[in-house]
T-cell receptor, first 116, second 114 residues
Framework: TQLLEQSPQFLSIQEGENLTVYCNSS?????LQWYRQEPGEGPVLLVT?????EVKKLKRLTFQFGDARKDSSLHITAAQPGDTGLYLC????????????????FGQGTTLQVKP | DAGVTQSPTHLIKTRGQQVTLRCSPK?????VSWYQQALGQGPQFIFQ???????QRGNFPDRFSGHQFPNYSSELNVNALLLGDSALYLC?????????????FGPGTRLLVL
């Protein structure tokens, strides 16, 4: 299966707290993307991780790709109300080893609420 | 540089009706993908168009069809609407080649079927 499982599904925290969101798969994937979606908007790409063990930082957001390329995490430091939204991980669906087809498979998302 | 645009933003239909949603891709992008997103869920891939042909399709019935025009814009058509078709319909565009998985999403069309 190519399913992506995200946890937790819901997270409600106070401003200033730290949090981690996880994205797991039973399959190895070549790359993984993280998106953030606000109500009434489409998903916005935050980062793409490609190499096993890779760590990328985007201000207070830290993204990590597992060594085995089956899992990824998103850590937010000192969360702010503006971080509120739906966080989605997604992977491409490779077809027979050829170049990526462009079809994205998404996890079910983590809804984050940061209270002021 | 305009991003991906979609119209209409909201739509209300009744069961059995037909609907057409429209998408204009980001400038320079020639591939358009459509996704259905139920409330609180991740988007589900419907199909993808490139060079005016459907290139890939997800697990959606034939009631869902599409079209891509020479200017790369695209339409999603849904016939015989069901209550379960109520969702946010997202269009995403991407360039040709290895960066095709880097997709830019529009704001979506919220469809409510009564």
């Amino acid at each position: 299966t190519q399913l992506l499982e995200q946890s937790p599904q819901f997270l409600s925290i106070q401003e200033g707290e730290n949090l981690t969101v996880y994205c797991n798969s039973s399959s190895v994937f070549s790359s993984l993307q993280w998106y953030r979606q606000e109500p009434g908007e489409g998903p916005v790409l935050l980062v793409t991780v490609v190499t096993g063990g890779e760590v990328k930082k985007l201000k207070r957001l830290t993204f990590q790709f597992g060594d085995a390329r089956k899992d990824s995490s998103l850590h937010i430091t000192a969360a702010q109300p503006g971080d509120t939204g739906l966080y989605l991980c997604a992977r491409g669906a490779l077809r027979g080893g050829s170049s990526n087809t462009g079809k994205l498979i998404f996890g079910q998302g983590t809804t984050l609420q940061v209270k002021p | 540089d305009a991003g991906v645009t979609q119209s209409p933003t909201h739509l209300i239909k009744t069961r059995g009706q037909q609907v057409t949603l429209r998408c204009s891709p980001k400038s320079g992008h020639d591939t358009v993908s459509w996704y259905q997103q139920a409330l609180g869920q991740g988007p589900q891939f419907i199909f993808q168009y490139y060079e005016e042909e459907e290139r890939q399709r997800g697990n959606f019935p034939d009631r869902f069809s599409g079209h891509q025009f020479p200017n790369y814009s695209s339409e999603l058509n849904v016939n015989a609407l069901l209550l379960g078709d109520s969702a946010l319909y997202l269009c995403a565009s991407s360039p040709t080649g290895i960066k095709r998985e880097t997709q830019y999403f529009g704001p979506g069309t919220r469809l409510l079927v009564l």
